[in-house]
């Protein structure tokens, strides 16, 4: 597997049509008997949260993406999924498919007052990152949360583990299975951290840190336990939903267990 070359200074790989995509969501939802609700930001903009809460189900498990532009794996990722219904049975799943719809228009990791949303959970300036905040209040504790990302520089596939709990992990499993279909990013540095076989550990406090990614927002009110999943953009769509959709399913089955 070779890489495209086709990003030179950002994403230049295949584009999503994010009306359909998120047509699709939607449809593909509710056939399957998800509830679909509506989060309202402030500037008459609003966005799809897809819930499937089972009274029954001890797991609480929850995934995001879209939240940056220019990284269309990750919705493609949950609309893979939900076609197939390949969710673990015994849990409840909270997603959110599509954070930044203005952001795929343009191919842009910002929205479209140019807020990068993924550093804005300290400050919230971003209505639709409020709007989510206020939705997550209402949630109840999750057992783990994916953040579906893609990194149009890397050489392959990565993660990272925030789990400040220090509870079991699964990156190890995540990556071995991933490493028979998609290249693995080993450099031992990744984004300036220190990264061993694809995995990132970092310890941070994120009360020190001034830019909140959604992860460190969920790992300070909602759960003790975030992956941010990294699949490489400079390989074809195709291979990084497949990649992604592995990935996805090897840690919701995990905890859902
Ligand atoms: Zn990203």
New binding site residues.
């Given amino acids: 597997m070779q890489p495209l070359r086709r990003n030179l200074g950002a994403y230049c790989g295949e584009r999503i049509h994010v009306e359909a995509v998120q047509a699709a969501l939607i449809s593909v939802a509710e056939k399957k008997g998800w509830e679909i609700d509506w989060l309202e930001c402030d500037d008459s903009d609003r966005f799809p949260v897809i819930t499937r809460v089972s009274e029954k189900a001890s797991q609480r498990l929850y995934v995001s993406a879209g939240?940056?532009g220019?990284?269309p794996a990750g919705p493609m990722t949950i609309l893979r999924l939900l076609r197939d219904d390949c969710w673990p049975r015994d849990a409840s799943l909270w997603l959110c498919p599509l954070l930044n719809y203005s952001g795929f228009q343009r191919n842009s990791?910002e929205d479209k007052q140019g807020i990068d949303l993924?550093r804005d959970y300290r400050h919230r300036i971003s209505p639709r990152v409020r709007a989510h905040i206020r939705w997550l209040e209402s949630t109840p504790r999750f057992e783990v949360g994916l953040h579906l990302?893609?990194?149009w520089e890397s050489t392959g596939f990565y993660l990272y583990e925030l789990n400040p709990r220090d509870r079991p992990t699964f990156g190890e499993r995540v990556i071995q299975g991933l490493s028979r279909i998609c290249p693995i990013d080993t450099a031992e540095q990744i984004d300036g951290r220190p990264a061993k076989n694809g995995i990132l550990r970092p310890q941070i406090d994120p009360a020190s840190q001034q830019e909140w990614p959604e992860a460190f927002f969920m790992v300070q009110e909602k759960t003790d336990l975030s992956y941010?999943l990294?699949s490489p953009s400079d390989y074809p769509l195709e291979l990084r939903v497949n990649a992604m959709s592995l990935a996805v399913r090897t840690l919701l089955e995990a905890y859902a267990a």
């Fill in positions: 939240i940056h220019d990284e990791r993924n990302h893609e990194d941010t990294e």
